[in-house]
């Protein structure tokens, strides 16, 4: 009988032997790779959540779909489990496949934008980053609704939704794709759309990373609007003065604005315990001469005085601002954080009521006063009259969320973005969801927005993927029936 040690020692010979297998077959087929012990290996499998620590059994560098074709054939032939990398910005490390031993293939190279100027579409490959996009389809004077943070990639950005201050104006990221060309677990190239491949491509748009390495996608464009004005108001308020301004925004949400306004609310801690820094952010993008009545409707039932920063300028002037100043990506490094985050997408037919306004509110203004934990929260528009992200078929995309009201993003970091994280930071972050849901009515049916995506979720099935999760699982097992592409919250394999 072999002894454990015996047992670990021939398993970790197998291990190696099959990597060096791997290994010499990328470099046959001319793939750049990166494996464990190469001097690189380690800043190049490093995430953005520093809260994380994998070792991915190779990071590879495919230049075309054929190469992603090759190396998902070599991980399907050896057994291995794959996952691509976009931006990698993954918020429990996704991109290196959520655990160890992992086929990670890198999209970097994969870089190009194409625009159209007279279909005005353009193919977007998946090694892009949202500045880069940005730039590229600002040249033809086209934009496209998608976030603010520059090193966002592409990939899962438009995987799983895609929020942008646009969005309530032109829809959310992956509803602008007419078409997905991508690489399946077994190696096949496909395109998948409306006319083929219908029921993945329904599937791609809100959970891709299930079904395959997707290389680019086919959006339509926009025009440039006629402006690109930022509006900021910011308030100091007691508990009761931000429930009622929680309230004032959801009734002038509903009150008929139009789809050229969008933006969020963004909540910190106060100067003062019982305080709350209670700050709109918003973009407008109708005529310039309208942004006043627009927003008046609403300033009138806020409180007096608000602290006011207008930022006038057109479309391209407000991507940049949002942006911190910059979109270029190549300049200036990304930065890393260590941090946990949660998510709440509220539902538009039963919005926050004042029992949960006013939790939450006393929640932020005494106990996260007195946390030494990092927090801020972002209370993204959704809904409200005249959404374009709203209007859109509950059923049409696998993305299940087309009532929200506010997707709120719980997020809270360790001190100087470094780890360790602090253990009690979970109860935390935890008690500030529960302060809304344990005092909103029975079955409340709110979800989780899967780009803030959290490991610890427990019925992460049913608030990411809502009705969708048992069809997404059928066609699982069509397109990846031996789970090629596992992963925390990934759609898993029907039991057999």
């Known amino acids: 009988m072999l002894r454990p040690y015996s047992c670990w020692l021939l398993a970790l010979v197998s291990t190696l032997a099959v990597a060096t297998n791997l290994k010499g077959r990328l470099a046959d087929a001319g793939i750049t790779a990166v494996f464990p012990g190469d001097p690189n290996y380690v800043t190049i499998s490093t995430p953005f959540n520093l809260r994380y620590v994998y ?41 290196l496949g959520g655990k160890d031993g992992v086929v990670v293939l890198d999209m970097q190279n994969l870089n190009r934008v194409t625009v159209d100027p007279t279909k005005n579409t353009a193919v977007i490959e998946s090694g892009n980053r949202l500045g880069d996009i940005a730039l590229a389809l600002s040249k033809y004077g086209r934009g496209l609704p998608h976030g603010t943070c520059p090193y ?16 309530r104006m032109w829809g959310l990221t992956l509803d602008t794709i007419t078409a997905v060309n991508m690489v399946l677990a077994n190696g096949t190239i496909a395109t998948a759309s409306n006319d083929r491949h219908s029921d993945l491509f329904w599937a791609v748009r809100g959970s891709a990373s299930s079904f395959g390495i997707v290389t680019s996608i086919e959006v339509k464009t926009f ?39 969008g933006g969020e609310i ?4 106060g100067p003062t315990q019982g305080t709350i820094v209670f ?6 993008y109708g005529p ?33 601002f949002l942006a911190g100043g910059s979109l270029d990506t190549h300049t200036a490094p990304d930065v890393h954080d260590t941090f946990y985050a949660k998510s709440l997408m509220t539902p538009e037919a039963s919005p926050m009521s004042l029992e949960a306004r006013t939790a939450f509110a006393h929640f932020l203004a005494n106990d996260a006063f007195t946390t030494d934990i990092q927090w801020f ?50 109860a935390f972050v935890d008690s500030l969801v529960n302060s809304i849901t344990a ?58």
Do not use: C
Not at 224 to 245: C, H, N, R, T
Not at 250 to 257: K, P
Not at 279 to 284: F, L, N
Not at 439 to 468: E, I
């Open 55 to 95: 070792q991915p059994a190779v990071v590879a560098f495919p230049n075309t779909p054929k190469d992603v074709s090759e190396i998902l054939k070599l991980s399907y032939g050896l057994n291995w489990t794959a996952v691509a990398r976009s931006g990698g910005h993954s918020y429990i490390a996704n991109g």
């Open 152 to 167: 966002v990639g592409i990939g899962g950005h438009a995987s799983y939704g895609g929020f942008g201050f646009t969005s």
């Open 223 to 261: 025009p440039e609007p006629p402006s690109g004005i930022i509006f900021q108001y910011e308030w100091i308020l007691d508990v009761d003065g931000m429930a009622k301004a929680l309230d004032v925004v959801q009734n002038y949400l509903e009150s008929g604005i139009p789809p050229e306004v």
């Open 266 to 269: 963004n909540l910190f801690r």
């Open 279 to 284: 700050h709109i952010s918003g973009g407008w």
């Open 288 to 320: 310039a001469d309208q942004l006043n009545a627009t927003v008046a409707p609403l300033l009138e039932k806020m409180p007096d005085g608000p602290k006011t920063t207008i930022t006038p300028g057109n479309y391209s002037e407000s991507v940049v």
């Open 377 to 426: 929260i972002q209370m993204e528009i959704y809904g409200g009259s005249n959404s374009a992200i709203n209007a859109v078929g509950p059923d049409a995309t696998a993305f299940a969320h087309r009532g929200s009201l506010f997707t709120i993003q719980f997020y809270s970091a360790a001190v100087g973005s470094v780890p360790p994280y602090p253990e009690r930071g979970f």
């Open 439 to 496: 005092n909103s009515p029975p079955h409340w049916d709110y979800g989780a927005y899967p780009n803030y995506v959290d490991d610890r979720l427990v019925d992460w099935q049913a608030r990411y993927y809502g009705a969708h999760y048992p069809r997404l699982q059928v066609l699982k097992d069509k397109y990846d029936p031996r789970g090629v592409f596992s992963f925390p919250t990934g759609i898993e394999n029907r039991k057999r």
